[in-house]
C-alpha cells in the first residue's frame, strides 16, 4: 500500500486484521491435529517419534489469548528484495512472536526473527532502511487498543520517545517473566542476533534487560539455526531453581519448547549426592582453576611403567611384546595428553597390533578380527590394568580430599600447605556413598570425569548471573559447550559469592571462550532512574570503574527511604508498607535479610496478609513475595519493600560482598522502592 493511506477507522482494521490472524493461527494448528500418520510411518518407532513431533508443532501454535499475536506493522517503501523502481507500491508486513499464514500460504504475521522483520527495531529517522512507516500497538487483556505511527522518511515529523514502547515497559507484571520483544531496543537487537559460531559475553547493570536479551536469542538461534541446534541441543544455565521458575515462560512465549534449563548444581550433581557444605575459604579454594591441574596430575599419577613382557598365547604359538615396548606405548598416549579413558581403550589396541607385527614377519596374515581378539585376551587385559588402570572420578576426589598424603604428592607446587589442609575433609569418609560431598566437591568430580572421558558438547549454552561462578564451575559450562558457543550474562557489581569473578576477560578464559566479543549494556528501561541512582551509590566501593546504568526511565516519586524510630516498630512498618504498595497494580516483593525472614513472615501472618516465597507464582489473588536476599538476584517487582539494608550487608561474611547483595536489593524494583531501617544506613549509600 503507498505510504499514509489508511482506512477511515484504522483501529477497526487492525482489530479485523487480528481477529483474522488469529483465525488463521488456528487453521494452521487444526490442519497440525488433523494430520494422519497411520500409513506413513514404517514402524512404531517411527511412529512415536512424528507423534512427538507432531505434538510439539501443536504446542508452539497455541494462541495464547493474552499474549498480542503480533505488537507492530512496518510499511517498506519499495518491495523487499526488488529492484527499486520508481513509483513502486511498498510491502506491509505485521511483526509478532510467530509466523502466521492463511489458507493460500501468504503471511499474515511475520516472525520478529525474519529477516525482513529487523527493520522493526533497527530503522531510525537517520537509518530509515527502506520502511517508510512504523507502527506499534497497545493492548489491554489480549485486545487491541491502541496504536502509534513514526513516519521515518517524513521530514515534517520530529522524533519522539514512543508512549506506547514505554507504556510497555512499565507495564505491571504478575506472573513470571515476560518476553521484551516488543521492546527489543537496537543495541539489544544486535546481541540477540549476533552469529551462531562466536560466543557474546553481556555486561549489563541492573534493569538493561540482560536476561531477556539472551533468551531471546537462545529463540532467534533457534529460529535461524533450527536443524542445527536440534541435533546439538541448547541450555539455560541459571543461579538457582527460583530463577529458572521465574524465566520458564519466556521461550514458550515465542513459540521455543525445546531449551533444556538447569543450574550448575544440576548439570554436575549426576555422580555423587551433594549433602555437605563447605566454608568459603575452602569453597575458594576447590573453586580455584589450579585444582583442574591438581586433578590432572592425580589422574596420570595410575599410568605406571610396565616391569613384564606381555606373552600372548594363540594355539601353539606364542608371541611377546617387551616390557621396554609397552612402556613407549605408554610414554607415547601421555605426551598426547589424551583423555585417560580413551588411552586406557587405545593401549590394548597397541599392544594387539605389536602381536600382530609379528605375526605377519612369521609368514602369518592375521585380519582386524585377529587385532581385536588379541586386544582382549587375558594377557592383554592385565597388562593394561597393571599399566593403565581405569580410573573411578568420584574415588580419586575423594582420596584427594581424605589422604593428606596423596593429595600433597599432586598440589606440590600448585597449593599451599595451608591451602591443602584447608581442602582435607574434616572426618574422612570410607565410601564415596557415606561421604558428605559438597557443591564444589561435585564440580572437582565433573573435572576429574572428563579428564578420563569426554563430556559431551551441546551446540549453544547461555549463562545468566555469570558473575558469581568459580573458575571451576566455568570450566564446567565451558565443557558443555566445547564445540559450540555460548551467551554469558552478568554484572560484575552484582558477584556475591566468595569466589565471583573480577573480570570477564578471565571467567571467559576458564570458560573456554576466550575470543568472546564483550558488550556492555548501559541503557536501563527497567528501574526508575532515582531508585538506580541512589543504588549506584555503592558501585565504587563494589566495583570501581564499573560504569553506571542511565536509565530512561524518570518516575518521580519512585524511592523513598523511611527511618524507623525504633528496632521493635520495624516489623510493623514494613508491612505497612507492603499494605501501602498492594494498592497499586502488580507484584509486590518484600526483601530482607536472610536472618529477618522468619520474624517478617509472623509479622504478614499476624496481620492476616498471605505471601508467597520466590518461585511461586504471582497472580491477580496473591502479588506479594517474602524474599530472601540471597535468591533475589535476577528477580523483578513492580514495587519493592526493603527491610533493613545494614542487615543485608550483615549477613555476608564481609562487607564487599554485603553491599553488593544490598545493590541486587536496592534495584529489583520496576516502579516503585520503598527502603526501611531502624539502624543506620551503611555508610556508602551517603
Not at 605377519?360 to 592375521?366: N, Q
Request: contains cysteine; proline residues 5%; glycine residues 6%.
Amino acid at each position: 500500500m503507498p505510504a499514509h493511506e489508511e482506512s477511515s477507522n484504522p483501529l477497526v482494521r487492525e482489530r479485523a486484521h487480528l481477529a483474522a490472524s488469529r483465525a488463521a493461527l488456528r487453521a494452521m494448528r487444526e490442519d497440525v491435529q488433523a494430520l494422519d500418520i497411520r500409513d506413513v510411518t514404517a514402524n512404531w518407532v517411527n511412529a512415536a517419534v512424528l507423534q512427538s513431533q507432531i505434538d510439539d508443532r501443536i504446542k508452539a501454535l497455541a494462541d495464547l489469548t493474552h499474549t498480542p499475536l503480533f505488537f507492530g506493522r512496518l510499511d517498506y517503501l519499495h518491495v523487499v528484495g526488488a529492484e527499486k523502481a520508481e513509483g513502486a507500491e511498498g510491502e506491509r508486513f505485521y511483526i509478532g512472536r510467530r509466523h502466521v499464514h492463511d489458507a493460500h500460504g501468504d503471511p499474515m504475521v511475520i516472525d520478529w526473527r525474519a529477516p525482513v522483520s529487523q527493520p522493526f527495531y533497527q530503522a531510525s529517522r537517520n537509518n530509515p532502511l527502506d520502511v517508510d512507516h512504523r507502527r506499534r500497538f497497545g493492548y489491554t487483556g489480549g485486545e487491541l487498543t491502541a496504536y502509534e505511527d513514526e513516519y521515518l522518511t517524513d521530514p515534517a515529523e520530529t522524533e519522539q520517545t514512543s508512549k506506547l514502547l514505554q507504556a510497555e515497559i512499565e507495564r505491571p507484571r504478575v506472573g513470571p517473566m515476560r518476553d521484551i520483544v516488543a521492546t527489543i531496543q537496537p543495541e539489544q537487537d544486535e546481541i540477540v542476533r549476533s552469529d551462531l559460531g562466536g560466543t557474546v559475553c553481556v555486561q549489563g547493570g541492573p534493569g538493561t534487560g540482560k536476561t531477556a536479551v539472551g533468551l531471546h536469542r537462545v529463540a532467534y538461534l533457534l529460529y535461524a539455526h533450527r536443524e542445527r541446534l536440534a541435533r546439538t541441543g541448547t541450555l539455560v544455565v541459571g543461579p538457582n531453581r527460583s530463577f529458572l521458575h521465574y524465566i520458564e515462560q519466556v521461550l514458550p512465549a515465542l513459540g521455543e519448547l525445546e531449551v533444556q534449563q538447569a543450574t550448575v548444581e544440576d548439570l554436575v550433581a549426576a555422580r555423587v549426592e551433594v549433602r555437605g557444605t563447605d566454608g568459603s575459604v575452602a569453597a575458594v579454594i576447590k573453586g580455584d582453576a589450579r585444582m583442574a591441574e591438581v586433578l590432572r596430575r592425580a589422574i596420570r599419577s595410575h599410568v605406571t611403567p610396565p616391569t613384564e613382557p606381555v606373552v600372548v598365547v594363540r594355539g601353539s604359538r606364542r608371541w611377546r611384546v617387551p616390557a621396554y615396548e609397552v612402556e613407549e606405548m605408554t610414554t607415547e598416549l601421555l605426551a598426547r595428553d589424551m583423555r585417560y579413558g580413551a588411552a586406557h581403550e587405545a593401549l590394548p589396541q597397541r599392544i594387539a597390533h605389536a602381536v600382530l607385527v609379528r605375526m605377519e614377519e612369521a609368514g602369518e596374515a592375521p585380519d582386524d578380527r585377529v587385532q581385536n581378539a588379541v586386544a582382549r585376551d587375558p594377557a592383554v587385559k592385565a597388562a593394561v590394568k597393571a599399566v593403565w588402570p581405569a580410573v573411578d572420578p568420584a574415588k580419586l576426589v575423594l582420596r584427594l580430599l581424605t589422604d593428606a598424603e596423596f593429595l600433597g604428592a599432586h598440589a606440590e607446587g600448585i597449593l599451599t600447605d595451608d591451602e591443602q589442609k584447608q581442602i582435607l575433609m574434616a572426618k574422612p569418609a570410607r565410601s564415596v556413598k557415606s561421604a558428605k560431598w559438597t557443591a564444589a566437591d561435585a564440580v572437582l568430580i565433573d573435572e576429574a570425569a572428563d579428564l578420563v572421558a569426554r563430556t559431551h558438547s551441546l551446540g549453544h549454552v547461555v549463562i545468566d548471573e555469570a558473575q558469581d561462578l568459580s573458575p571451576m564451575q566455568y570450566r564446567a559450562v565451558g565443557r558443555r559447550c566445547s564445540t559450540g558457543s555460548a551467551t554469558v550474562l552478568g554484572d560484575l557489581a552484582q558477584g556475591t559469592t566468595p569466589w565471583s569473578t573480577g573480570s570477564w576477560e578471565q571467567a571467559l578464559f576458564h570458560l573456554g571462550k576466550a575470543d568472546a566479543v564483550v558488550e556492555e549494556l548501559t541503557a536501563g528501561f527497567r528501574v526508575p532512574r532515582e531508585v538506580i541512582a541512589y543504588a549506584s551509590r555503592l558501585l565504587p566501593a563494589i566495583s570501581p570503574g564499573l560504569a553506571p546504568v542511565e536509565s530512561v526511565r524518570e518516575t518521580p516519586g519512585s524511592l523513598a527511604v523511611r527511618a524507623v524510630a525504633a528496632a521493635a516498630e520495624l516489623d510493623s512498618a514494613v508491612v505497612a508498607a507492603c499494605v501501602e504498595s498492594l494498592r497499586h497494580e502488580g507484584s509486590i516483593g518484600l526483601i530482607a535479610a536472610d536472618a529477618r525472614i522468619p520474624a517478617l513472615a509472623a509479622a504478614l501472618g499476624a496481620a492476616g496478609h498471605a505471601y508467597l516465597s520466590p518461585g511461586e507464582e504471582t497472580t491477580a489473588a496473591s502479588r506479594l513475595t517474602l524474599v530472601p536476599a540471597s535468591l533475589a538476584k535476577g528477580l523483578e517487582y513492580d514495587y519493592v519493600v526493603l527491610d533493613e539494608p545494614a542487615a543485608v550487608v550483615d549477613g555476608e561474611p564481609d562487607e564487599r560482598t554485603g553491599l553488593r547483595r544490598l545493590y541486587v536489593a536496592l534495584t529489583r524494583a520496576v516502579s516503585g522502592l520503598v527502603v526501611l531501617h531502624a539502624a543506620a544506613l551503611p555508610e556508602q549509600l551517603g
